[in-house]
Nanobody, 124 residues
Framework: QVQLVESGGGLVQPGDSLRLSCAPS????????MGWFRQAPGKEREFVAA????????SYADSVKGRFTISRDNAKNTVYLQMNSLKPEDTAVYYC?????????????????WGQGTQVTVSS
């Protein structure tokens, strides 16, 4: 069992930046493919970004490509989501997820472990 804890959310203005962090409780995630998803009110959970266990391969949703960067530091057992040039439409609860299989995927059903989420609100 992998328990994930997200942090770093908050209220920011359009154009600002935030960095989300995700760390497990009690277990290493160095061998897991990691992903970030988000869910806005009244909408389905959607894929944001994913990163391979080594950090060598990443994947992004078109809506965040060029603005968001996923990274990981396996020595610190932490995954990050750097979010720049934030827009009001980025407002959502952001979830960290882990999967034991190889290969990046945007399908949330492929991820076995999820955090509780952290709220990101972009508003002027």
């Amino acid at each position: 069992q992998v328990q994930l804890v997200e942090s770093g959310g908050g209220l920011v203005q359009p154009g600002d930046s935030l960095r989300l962090s995700c760390a497990p409780s009690g277990r290493t995630i160095s061998s897991y493919t990691m992903g970030w998803f988000r869910q806005a009110p009244g909408k389905e959970r959607e894929f944001v970004a994913a990163i391979s266990w080594s950090g060598g391969t990443t994947s992004y949703a078109d809506s965040v490509k060029g603005r968001f960067t996923i990274s990981r530091d396996n020595a610190k057992n932490t995954v990050y989501l750097q979010m720049n040039s934030l827009k009001p439409e980025d407002t959502a609860v952001y979830y960290c997820a882990a999967r034991g299989g190889a290969g990046l995927t945007s399908h949330n059903s492929a991820y076995a472990y999820w955090g509780q989420g952290t709220q990101v609100t972009v508003s002027s």
